[in-house]
Nanobody, 120 residues
Framework: QVQLVESGGGLVQAGGSLRLSCAASGDTFSRLSWGWFRQVPGNSRELVAAMPLIGRIRYLESVKGRFTISRDNAKNTVYLQMDSLKSEDTAVYYC??????????????WGKGTLVSVSS
């Protein structure tokens, strides 16, 4: 069983930056695909960034050029660097891990989420 703990959320002004971290337990980190999702109350969860084991990194169109997903296998941690934040980026952000490259539908492990609030 893999446990995920997100951190790095908070309140930031529009135009600012935040870096989310997701620390994973266990020894399977390097064998998983990773992704960051977000959800606004009343809306469905959406995939923000995906880093599959095989294939290209993908981003939600609205965050391209502003967000960057990365991973550190030595630290069992996946990151989401968020720059030029906008008020519409306000949401709870979740990291997820999957044994397949299709994390959109194959996420096996989920964190509890971290709140990002962007003030305009």
């Amino acid at each position: 069983q893999v446990q995920l703990v997100e951190s790095g959320g908070g309140l930031v002004q529009a135009g600012g930056s935040l870096r989310l971290s997701c620390a994973a337990s266990g020894d399977t980190f390097s064998r998983l695909s990773w992704g960051w999702f977000r959800q606004v109350p009343g809306n469905s969860r959406e995939l923000v960034a995906a880093m599959p084991l095989i294939g290209r990194i993908r981003y939600l169109e609205s965050v391209k050029g502003r967000f960057t997903i990365s991973r550190d296998n030595a630290k069992n941690t996946v990151y989401l660097q968020m720059d030029s934040l906008k008020s519409e980026d306000t949401a709870v952000y979740y990291c997820a891990g999957a044994y397949t490259s299709g994390i959109d539908t194959g996420a096996r492990y989920w964190g509890k989420g971290t709140l990002v609030s962007v003030s305009s």
